[in-house]
């Protein structure tokens, strides 16, 4: 009930197009959903994150979308560029808790 | 923006030896920081919490006085891994817990220890 399973485990996609990254889970006392993004030989960074009262949120070319109702969300990338090349990692956390469980990480290549 | 350090950011050691890694919150004070290690292209495993002013709380498997967690004020952790082997070689990283709606936790640069 603790994990929460991201897919797929590698992808590439060329310059331009859009890069999406699953993730689902099983705890619904979860209600803080982060993605991370983390480049090699460095900290993961804070991307973007959602609370489950919304389906949507966007920043720039960066979506996360939230099905409450499937347990899932999603991270979409839109008009992808090589400099997005990175690992990314969803997490999910509880209300009043502060521990984070992430996902398995999702290797993501964007081909010039 | 919220900032996080670590130092060093990479340490070779003799077997045997005991290394210490400092994570410091730069622009917000942190109750609490989180002590991770990765191994290569793997996730993230959480190793333990750090609470300022009271004992590290480790996760299961973690062992305790191998790797020792002191959080000393609310911007400073320090981690020492004690008689460090080989196999302790891995990729550290901290992060402080930022109070707020959104649970937001920022992540140090990492540290990169390699034990001969």
């Known amino acids: 009930q603790q994990q929460v399973k991201q897919s797929p485990q590698s992808l590439i996609v060329q310059k331009g197009g859009i890069s999406i990254i699953n993730c689902a889970y099983e705890?619904?006392?979860?209600?803080?959903f982060p993605w991370y993004q983390q480049f090699p030989g460095k900290g993961p960074a804070l991307l973007i994150a959602i609370r489950p009262d919304v389906s949507e949120k966007k920043e720039g070319r960066f979506t996360i979308s939230f099905n409450k109702s499937a347990k899932q969300f999603s991270l979409h990338i839109m008009d992808s560029q090589p400099g997005d090349s990175a690992t990314y990692f969803c997490a999910a956390s509880k209300r009043g808790a502060q521990k984070l469980v992430f996902g398995q990480g999702t290797r993501l290549t964007i081909n010039p | 923006g919220a900032v996080v350090s670590q130092h060093p950011s990479w340490v070779i050691c003799k077997s045997g030896t005991s290394v210490k890694i400092e994570c410091r919150s730069l622009?917000?004070?942190?109750?609490?920081m989180f002590w991770y290690r990765q191994f290569p292209k793997q996730s993230l495993m959480l190793m333990a919490t750090?609470?300022?002013?009271?004992?590290?709380?480790?996760e299961q498997g973690v062992e305790k006085d191998k790797f020792l967690i002191n959080h000393a004020s609310l911007t400073l952790s320090t981690l020492t891994v004690t008689s460090a082997h080989p196999e302790d070689s891995s990729f550290y990283i901290c992060?402080?817990?930022?109070?707020?709606?959104?649970?937001?936790?920022?992540f140090g640069p990492g540290t990169r220890l390699t034990v001969l």
């Open positions: 750090s609470n300022e002013g009271s004992k590290a709380t480790y």
């Open positions: 622009d917000f004070q942190a109750t609490t």
């Open positions: 705890n619904t006392a979860f209600d803080y």
């Open positions: 992060s402080a817990w930022r109070d707020s709606s959104y649970n937001e936790q920022f």
